[in-house]
């Protein structure tokens, strides 16, 4: 069965300072993966997917994301945190054969201090 | 940009009562689903529907849950004798189709059983 691991649970940063969060992810063949974030009090906000192709993903807000079949893994990255990048962010996986449901991650808190 | 839109944000009941959550997709998506969150848990998959009935569901939605298209814009989910440990945040989603298409999320009903 799928399963996402986020191992990070809560990260701080400096505003202006690089941010990796980390998505593992079990499945048998590459699935569709995908990156949301949700503000406090707020829905969650598709930030960047990866279907196929190019294995370096752009996304809203100035993040990407690195799909690495051979670690099983698609982190995202931001070069600069905005302290508006606070939030909750989650990695969620799909199977592109079968199937309709998303499988998310525990999420990774982001705090981003001045 | 189209969004998904839920009511209410916010569900106060009584354990054992009945509520019904509601939500309206995106119009020219074809799938429909309901997740939900427990505070601090990750987000689980209940329910998706497509072509008027139930195509996957998780253990979770039980004969307490169903779910409904009852016109051409919304979707229901119906929680027949709520139960504390229902309440969560409840999530929408839409997708144009399925096999782990992007799927676009409300920005959730809070629910809370007494």
């Known amino acids: 069965a799928q399963s996402v691991t986020q191992p990070d649970i809560h990260i701080t940063v400096s505003e202006g300072a690089s941010l990796e969060l980390r998505c593992n992810y079990s499945y048998g063949a590459t699935p569709y993966l995908f990156w949301y974030v949700q503000s406090p009090g707020q829905g969650l906000q598709l930030l960047l997917k990866?279907?196929?192709?190019?294995?370096l993903v752009q996304g809203i807000k100035g993040f990407e994301a690195e799909f690495k079949r051979s670690q099983s893994s698609f982190n995202l990255r931001k070069p600069s945190v905005h302290w508006s990048d606070a939030a909750e962010y989650f990695c969620a996986v799909a199977s592109p054969n079968t199937g309709n449901q998303f499988y998310f991650g525990t999420g990774t808190s982001l705090t981003v201090i001045p | 940009e189209p969004e998904v839109t839920q009511t209410p944000s916010h569900q106060v009941t009584q354990m054992g009562q009945e509520v019904i959550l509601r939500c309206v997709p995106i119009?020219?998506?074809?799938?429909f689903y309901w997740y939900r969150q427990i505070l601090g848990q990750k987000v689980e998959f209940l329910v998706s529907?497509?072509?008027?009935?139930?195509?996957?569901k998780s253990e979770i939605f039980d004969d307490q849950f169903s779910v409904e298209r009852p016109d051409g814009s919304n979707f229901t989910l119906k929680i027949r004798s709520t139960k504390l440990e229902d309440s969560a945040m409840y999530f929408c989603?839409?997708?144009?189709?399925?096999?782990?298409?992007?799927?676009?999320f409300g920005p959730g009903t809070r629910l809370t059983v007494l």
């Open positions: 990866y279907f196929s192709g190019d294995t």
């Open positions: 529907f497509y072509n008027n009935e139930i195509s996957e």
């Open positions: 989603a839409s997708s144009e189709r399925g096999h782990g298409d992007t799927q676009y």
């Open positions: 119009s020219n998506h074809l799938y």
